[in-house]
Each structure stands twice: as structure tokens, then as C-alpha cells.
């Protein structure tokens, strides 16, 4: 099956930047889409930013200009760069993907994705 690790998670002060990786293995298909999400505390999941073989992109509109969804195919590992972070950025974040082998847009509905990690957490002190 296919599995996704995420990590570079960490505790950081307004105005850090922190990066985030996403390891994926056991999908070996030419097309597919993969996102970013996060749940805060009492909170629903929400996207953040995702991400298709071919180089799309799509982000929420807040975090549009601070962050950076990105893929490096050799080492089968998807990024998200986050700069100038917020206390509102805490929050649990969780790569996912989209197995289904169909060229598709990038999406940020949860519901499009297949397989998700088991999130890593970053936290934003003011």
C-alpha cells in the first residue's frame, strides 16, 4: 500500500519559517495530486495548499504569498515551505494523495484524497 510520512514539524515564533516534507512510497503512477492540510484544535481540516504531476498548484487564499507547495520526484517527497507564520498557523498538518491515475487539478477538498499521513505538528507562538 501506499504510505506517507510527514515531518519537520516544530514550535517556532511568529514571523519563523519552518519546511515540511512529506515522504511518500508504494505509488509509482505518472499522474497524481497530493496536498497539504491542517486541523487546529476544535477545528475542521482544512486545505492548504496541493499540488499535480504536472506542476500546478492551488492555495488557500490565506496562505497565498507565505507559502510554497513544491515536489522533488527523485526523492519521491512533497514540500511545503512556510514562511512568516502566524499563531493562527498552529495547527496539526497532514500531507495526503490522490491516487487515482487520472491527470486531475489540484484540489483542496479532503474528500479527493485517497491516503493520508499521520501529520505533523506545528505550533506558533506570538
Known amino acids: 500500500g501506499v504510505l506517507l510520512v510527514e515531518s519537520g514539524g516544530d514550535s517556532v515564533q511568529s514571523g519563523g519559517s519552518l519546511r515540511l516534507s512529506c515522504v511518500v512510497s508504494?505509488?509509482?503512477?505518472?499522474?497524481?495530486?497530493m496536498g497539504w492540510f491542517r486541523q487546529a484544535p476544535g477545528k475542521e481540516r482544512e486545505g492548504v495548499a496541493s499540488?499535480?504531476?504536472?506542476?500546478?498548484?492551488a492555495y488557500a487564499d490565506s496562505m497565498k504569498g507565505r507559502f510554497t507547495i513544491s515536489q522533488d520526484n527523485i526523492k519521491n517527497t512533497l514540500y511545503l515551505q512556510m514562511n512568516s507564520l502566524k499563531p493562527d498557523d498552529t495547527a496539526m498538518y497532514y500531507c495526503?494523495?490522490?491516487?487515482?491515475?487520472?491527470?486531475?487539478?489540484?484540489?483542496?477538498?479532503?474528500?479527493?484524497?485517497?491516503?493520508w499521513g499521520q501529520g505533523t505538528q506545528v505550533t506558533v507562538s506570538s
Open positions: 495526503a494523495i490522490d491516487r487515482d491515475q487520472r491527470l486531475k487539478y489540484p484540489s483542496l477538498e479532503s474528500f479527493h484524497y485517497t491516503d
Open positions: 508504494g505509488y509509482t503512477n505518472d499522474n497524481w495530486r
Open positions: 499540488i499535480n504531476s504536472r506542476g500546478s498548484t
